[in-house]
């Protein structure tokens, strides 16, 4: 199932997509998308609605060097457990959305990531079979950062933390019948391919994740956790386009413009 924040002609809601390519629509569901789904009967065609970032986390959960990839690329060595870093909420924006450059980076690069969506009850202290259950779904993400900034003040929060940092989408895949153990994770610029990567070459799981996070903080419900990037992170310019897509979920894409 695949569960979207849209805005509709009468609001925001929640609503699963339904059907593909021109006929597809989106259904409109009572409340948020956690317990039982429950439809309004409210229905628009995917075209007359837009879709927003499919959740506002109280916090995006990050980890780094969850690739050896990527860790060799930066001159880095893998983790002996997960690498965890905060993104501030206000770094999440949706599918279409700009990512801004700030005036204080000159080297701001793409980091496609697969995300994990927590569910219902939340995660607090769980060990790693019962942190499978506590994800609700997937997602795309990009873990846009100010590499120079992030090797000038060694910790990450002020890198990865400005506003528009954090795309997520296009929406939240939800059916257990998508396989995130094998799944091609790709980015490209302007259609040229960057990252091409598997989530099967992942250091630590999602599952493995969510339990060593949920050890040192409570995760909420529609919390994030980003798992990671493979090699390949470049640069972004102004004027670019960046997609990030997921085998099994879809494609998140934003245009880079310059920063106000």
């Known amino acids: 199932m695949r569960i979207a924040r849209i805005a509709q002609p009468t609001g925001m809601s929640f609503a699963v997509l339904e059907g593909e390519g021109p006929g597809a629509t989106a259904a409109e569901i009572e409340g ?7 439809f ?4 628009w065609a995917l075209d007359d609605v837009r879709l927003l ?4 986390p109280s916090k995006v959960v990050c980890v780094g060097r969850n690739y050896a990839d990527h860790a060799a690329e ?9 690498l965890i870093f905060l993104k501030p909420s206000t770094s999440v924006i949706g599918p279409s959305e700009a990512v801004r450059l700030p005036a204080v980076s000159d080297q701001v690069e793409h980091e496609a990531e697969l995300a994990v969506v927590i569910g219902l009850h939340g995660a607090r202290g769980l060990d790693r079979e019962a942190a499978k259950g506590a994800i609700f779904g997937y997602t795309c993400a990009n873990d846009v950062t100010a590499r120079d900034l ?9 890198a990865k933390g400005f506003d528009s940092f954090c795309p997520i989408g296009p929406w939240i895949e939800t059916s257990p019948e998508v396989d995130m153990a094998d799944a091609e994770v790709r980015c490209e610029v302007n259609g ?5 990567g598997s989530t099967k070459d992942m ?8 339990a060593y996070v949920s050890q040192v903080m409570t995760l909420l419900p529609g919390d994030v956790v980003l798992t990671g990037t493979p090699a390949g992170v470049g ?13 099994g979920i879809g494609t998140l894409s934003n245009k880079v413009v310059p920063s106000e």
Do not use: C, M, Y
């Not at 930066?74 to 997960?82: A, D, I």
């Not at 040229?192 to 091409?196: A, G, K, S």
């Not at 250091?203 to 969510?210: E, K, N, Q, S, T």
């Open 40 to 43: 309004t009967g409210q229905r």
């Open 150 to 158: 992030q090797q000038q003040d060694v910790q990450f929060t002020r």
């Open 74 to 82: 930066l001159g880095n060595e893998v983790p002996k457990e997960p």
């Open 192 to 196: 040229e391919v960057r990252q091409l």
């Open 203 to 210: 250091v630590f799981d999602p599952a493995a994740i969510v």
């Open 53 to 56: 970032a499919p959740i506002l």
């Open 235 to 247: 640069p972004l310019q102004a004027g670019e386009t960046v997609s990030v897509s997921i085998a």
């Open 32 to 38: 948020h998308p956690f317990a039982q789904i429950k």
